[in-house]
């Protein structure tokens, strides 16, 4: 049976209109509208009509994803971002999230078990938010006092799939990150548009720090919550005391930068919201970074991190090689350069040591 719902999400994923979709199609542009309200039967030779006009497979029109409300999924975005394009942002990520749901189903592989955060307050502070920060480093292995080498390792060995969400058009330029949970020991995922490594980083904390914090209660400001926690989880108070002074300069915090791997700016707010920089010697550090052009362009090369869970599911599904695999594009219901940009094949260089270490490495000496 081809569903009518799936003709319109189709739609909204590729960003075609009606009357575009018929022209290629080949049908009248009420013929797909007629569809898509139940008004006429979506046969079989319009569905392949349609599968070939938006490039997706004949059992994309199939398959029944889980039913993911726009209002419950957490987006880090910017201010200017387009109806339009978050709507396929959330076309996107449901796709990726049912993919997800597909390949965990009888792998074996743990499923998250995040903190169920249900604090009546309607918005937290510093204090209680760098409490449950340091309660989820726990529960995902991560020493209290070290610099996590590689965040997105750390939420796929704890059961968070991670799905690259680049690679589309502009429209997702303006979206940073996306994440939804289908509850505590069921899938979670969380999509980032990659752009450097730090502000990476600072995406997944803070996309963690929604499904930590806003899964099972609300918040008359989540956006402000899940940053002050992407700090905390990436950096603790007590480590922000002892590496950041009272009268830090730029190059103390671009030290710190290269060792915890947060942005300059993220380390500062950091410590403004510990208290361990005052306002006054704040509000001069943001007028050097702006002196600087530093605002957009900071020093310091913070490592890109690559996901590899979903493709290794793949794997054990489909083979070393799962893209070549010519099933794979009708069990999973999309095309393969889709399914390649969510889930990319990963380096192959692996780490020298499971010690912690510096996320990069500082490309100068002396002072500057």
């Known amino acids: 049976m081809f569903l009518p719902e799936r003709l319109i999400s189709a739609r909204a994923l590729t960003g075609v209109t009606q009357t575009a979709l018929a022209e290629t199609a080949g049908v009248a542009q009420s013929m797909v509208s007629m569809v898509e309200k139940h008004q006429r039967d979506f046969t079989e030779q319009l569905a392949v009509a349609f599968s070939s006009a938006l490039a997706l497979p004949l059992e994309y029109f199939t398959v029944t994803p889980r039913s993911i409300p726009r209002d419950s999924l957490h987006y880090r975005k910017q201010s200017g971002a387009r109806v339009s394009d ?15 749901e597909s390949l965990l189903d009888g792998s074996g592989y743990p499923r998250q078990q995040l903190l169920a955060v249900q604090d009546d307050a309607e918005l937290l502070d510093v204090a209680r938010i760098d409490e449950l920060a340091q309660q989820t480093r726990e529960i995902l292995g991560i020493a209290a006092d070290a610099p996590i080498s590689n965040v997105t390792r750390a939420l796929e060995r704890a059961g968070v799939a991670v799905a690259t969400m680049n690679g589309h058009d502009d429209g997702f330029v303006k979206h940073s990150g996306v994440s939804w949970s289908a509850g505590r020991g069921e899938a979670a995922l969380i999509g980032v548009m990659q752009v450097r490594g730090d502000r990476d980083r600072f995406t997944l904390a803070h996309e963690l720090g929604h499904l930590v914090l806003h899964s099972f209660r609300r918040s008359s400001d989540p956006e402000r919550e899940a940053n002050l926690f992407a700090g905390a989880f990436l950096i603790p108070a007590p480590q922000v005391r002892e590496h950041v002074a009272h009268d830090a300069t ?19 707010m950091r410590a403004q919201a510990v208290e361990q920089i005052d306002a006054a010697r704040s509000q001069t550090l943001w007028k050097q970074l702006s002196a600087r052009g530093w605002r957009k362009n900071e020093p310091v090369e913070v490592g890109a991190e690559s996901p590899r869970l979903l493709f290794r599911l793949l794997q054990e599904r489909y083979g070393p090689s799962p893209y070549s695999a010519p099933e794979i594009e009708n069990e999973m219901a999309l095309p393969v350069m889709m399914l390649r940009s969510l889930a990319p094949s990963p380096s192959t260089r692996k780490p020298s040591s499971s010690t912690p270490r510096p996320v990069a490495q500082l ?5 500057g």
């Open 86 to 100: 978050t709507a396929r942002v959330h076309e996107l990520f449901s796709e990726a999230f049912r993919v997800t």
């Open 250 to 268: 730029l190059v103390d915090l671009r030290r710190v930068k290269a060792t915890w791997g947060l942005s300059i700016q993220a380390i500062l």
């Open 363 to 367: 490309p100068w000496a002396g002072h």
